[in-house]
């Protein structure tokens, strides 16, 4: 992969680089910063290489087109706090303030475009249009670096086709991630665990085929842990639930079986009767959810077997919240895994948006994990040993 270094010397030039600042909102304060901060290396590095540093990035999911809500103008603001100088945000990604605010740079300063997404060839599946829009971000720049990791496995505009249109290389923090994630997949130290959760289940069903044949253990909590106990023959009352994914994952159990991989289940679960942070919240035995109540965490007792199960592993790596966790009754068995990894002796990898967030809003030490991934996607894709095509196309 091309790092900073193939790039040679920047001061004067200008650099497109593509950062991920898709950070949550609540309206337009940013409750976690965490994404801006992990970007901080590669802006100051090329900043302070006197570099003209233009950033692009996306935010939510505007439908093409420009749509304020989904403004940059609050991530402008943070990383200009951050980075300790005036960040400009033009009014769009590639038109005529774009080309105003690029053209106005100075060595060592940092600007941004907007919302790369506000252009609907972004996310073209049509080679031809992405590529037009490519060579729109090109003019604006001399080099491109790739620091946005958890975009990489997408290949879009701003990701994929814009490294062929100018000498690129990988970010420090493309690279960071690359680096750290590879000791989960070249000959993991063993015991190598697995724990996953969170809600996209049918996103991370997926996952689990492939990582039946790489992890020793499988930890299964969050939603997904519905559809497993249901294809155990267990009722689920109201809770998340894939029905078509049932078979699949009765296939997985088996295929476990056979290769002897462990998958653990909640052998307990908190239930409500709504999903709301202060609906009453009962433990149950995972056989015995009431047909009228949904799970939004998993058990003490399930927290306890889990945290037994990280405690001894070598790799670690941990996708998605074990429950609801932004509520505070239904937290404990997410706590509860950060803890055990926080504990850990082994190497630790946290991947997803919401579990990194998890770690920090729990008030978790993020210096007691070996790697908090930027990438929920991205690091399980890397992870199930997918080619990543905005890796791919950085290969020298
Ligand atoms: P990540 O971003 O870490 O990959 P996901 O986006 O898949 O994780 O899922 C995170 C969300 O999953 C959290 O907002 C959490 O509230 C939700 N969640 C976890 N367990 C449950 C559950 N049992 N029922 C409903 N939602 C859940
Ligand atoms: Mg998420």
Redesign the pocket.
């Known amino acids: 992969m091309k790092t900073l270094k193939s790039l040679g010397d920047v001061r004067g030039k200008t650099v497109l680089v593509r950062s991920d600042f898709n950070v949550p909102l609540d309206g337009d304060k940013i409750t976690d910063d965490g994404r801006i901060r992990a970007a901080l290396p590669t802006l100051t590095r090329l900043a302070e290489a006197g570099a003209k540093v233009l950033v692009m990035a996306h935010l939510g999911r505007p439908k093409g087109e420009p749509d304020p809500k989904f403004s940059l103008a609050p991530v402008a603001k943070r990383l200009g706090e951050l980075l300790g100088q005036d960040v400009v945000l033009a009014a769009d990604t590639v038109g005529e303030d774009a080309k105003k605010v690029a053209a106005a740079l100075e060595e060592g300063q940092v600007a941004l475009i907007e919302n790369v997404r506000f252009d609907a060839r972004e996310t073209s599946k049509d080679d031809e249009e992405r590529s037009a829009l490519a060579d729109e971000y090109a003019a604006l720049a001399d080099l491109y670096v790739s620091d946005g990791f958890g975009v990489v496995h997408r290949a879009q505009a701003s990701v994929y086709d814009i490294a062929q249109k100018l000498p690129s290389a990988a970010g420090e923090l493309v690279f960071k991630e690359i680096d750290s994630l590879s000791r989960a997949t070249d000959n993991p130290e063993r015991p190598y665990v697995v724990i996953l959760?969170?809600?996209?289940v049918s996103d991370?069903l997926g996952v689990i085929k492939n990582l039946l044949e790489k992890a020793d253990r499988l930890l299964i909590?969050?939603?997904m842990?519905?559809t497993f106990l249901k294809a155990q023959g267990y009722e689920v009352g109201s809770?998340?639930l894939e029905e078509d994914q049932i078979d699949t994952v009765k296939g997985y159990l088996k295929t476990a079986e056979e290769r002897g991989v462990e998958i653990v289940l909640p052998v307990d679960v908190i239930v409500a009767p709504e999903?709301k942070a202060d609906a009453p919240a009962t433990v149950v035995d995972a056989d015995a959810i009431p047909d009228d109540q949904?799970?939004?965490?998993i058990g003490p007792k399930s927290a306890e077997l889990y945290a037994s199960k990280i405690a001894d592993a070598k790799t670690i790596v941990w996708?998605?919240?074990?429950?609801?966790?932004?509520f505070e009754a239904f937290s404990g068995g997410t706590k509860a895994v950060a803890q055990a990894m926080s504990d850990a002796d082994g190497y630790t990898i946290v991947?997803?948006?919401?579990?990194?967030a998890a770690v920090r809003t729990l008030g978790f030490d993020e210096a007691t994990f070996s790697h908090i991934s930027t990438g929920?996607g991205a690091s399980l894709e890397f992870l199930e040993g997918k080619e990543l095509p905005g890796i791919a196309i950085l290969e020298d």
């Not at 996708?319 to 932004?326: I, K, L």
């Not at 991947?351 to 990194?356: F, P, Q």
């Open positions: 959760g969170g809600s996209k991370k909590g969050g939603g842990a519905f809770s998340l999903f949904m799970g939004l965490d996708n998605g919240p074990m429950g609801v966790f932004e991947g997803g948006g919401d579990s990194a929920g």
